[in-house]
């Protein structure tokens, strides 16, 4: 029977360590300060959005959440970033995903200013990550880096096959890993075999977004399962990627869902707010 990665634990953890990292800050006349920006009324968006604002103000930081109309247009979208960029009292920036279709993501992502991209998606930060240089990591796959640490997988030289090939998850968690020496497969629909690449893995990270498909009897015996699908199926219930339940019999280590990668999200989104907030503060920003 396998581990339990228990991402609310850890991000608990975490998140007292940043407490008393804003408190230091704040008593240098600095509080960081994060603005959530959500275009529409998603009902799971809505849901993050407030998640995040409370988790700031627990935290003692300061957090702006700016709501607009799904009818904004992108003109309007991008003279809001501009004001945001040019607020000093602004650490970090960050548009939920997704953007209603009449605005175009890739541009309202590039105009948020590099220094203030908490998470980690502007041309720039993406091509920091791509060259291992230091960067605001975008916020799941770097909360999936930190989980696997915390349960010592140590990853150099390992078998990792990362299921999807997102920008928010599946390409800069495989280049994640890869930094830390492992040999990463990126899978996606058109790959042909995917039962059997999934069975040649040492660590499996799924983040697919299709509810339980990868089979527990895909899981090779004693591997490591990071499962980033957040899932609704029926009025309540969350399910992530994989078979929990039969995945979880032959892994050795195993991520809930929920209480898994989840909250680890928006603790790393914290750590990036203060990270932009003491670079800021040192005239680094
Ligand atoms: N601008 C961004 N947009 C989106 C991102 C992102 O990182 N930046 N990621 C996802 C959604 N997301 C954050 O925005 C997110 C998803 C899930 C959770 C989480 O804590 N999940 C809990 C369950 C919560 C629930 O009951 O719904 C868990 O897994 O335990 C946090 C953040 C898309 N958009
Ligand atoms: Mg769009």
């Not at 991000?11 to 360590?17: L, N, V």
């Not at 992108?74 to 003279?79: F, G, K």
């Not at 990362?162 to 930094?179: E, F, H, T, W």
């Amino acid at each position: 029977m396998a581990t339990i990665i228990d991402g609310k634990a850890i991000a608990e953890k975490i998140r007292a360590d940043l407490a008393a990292q804003v408190k230091e800050l704040q008593s240098r006349g600095i509080t960081p300060g994060l603005a959530t920006v959500l275009v529409g009324s998603d009902p799971a968006s809505e849901v993050y959005v407030r998640m995040k604002g409370d988790a700031c103000n627990k935290l003692g930081m300061h957090s702006v959440k700016i709501t607009r109309p799904a009818e904004t247009t992108e003109e309007e979208l991008l003279a809001l970033i501009n004001e945001l960029n040019n607020d000093p009292a602004i650490h970090g920036i960050l548009v939920q995903l997704p953007l209603p279709p009449q605005i175009n993501a890739d541009r309202v992502l590039e105009a948020i200013s590099p220094a203030k991209d908490v998470d980690g998606f502007h041309p720039y930060n993406v091509g920091r990550l791509v060259t291992g240089k230091p960067t605001f990591q975008p916020c799941t796959p770097y909360g999936v880096m930190v989980m696997l640490q915390e349960a010592g997988v140590d990853l150099a030289g390992k078998e990792v096959v990362v299921v999807g090939r997102s920008n928010i998850v599946g390409k800069p968690v495989a280049l994640m890993c890869l930094q830390r020496n492992a040999t990463v497969t990126i899978c996606h629909s058109k790959t042909r075999d995917l039962p059997g690449r999934v069975r040649a893995a040492d660590v499996v990270i799924a983040a697919v977004g299709v509810p339980e498909m990868i089979k527990g009897d895909w899981i090779r015996e004693g591997a490591v399962v990071i499962d980033v699908g957040v899932n609704r199926v029926g009025e309540k219930k969350l399910v992530g990627d994989v078979e929990f339940a039969a995945a979880a019999e032959r892994a050795s280590a195993i991520t809930p869902v929920p209480g898994g990668v989840g909250p680890m999200t928006i603790t790393m989104l914290l750590h990036n707010t203060l990270e932009a907030a003491k670079m800021a503060g040192s005239g680094k920003g």
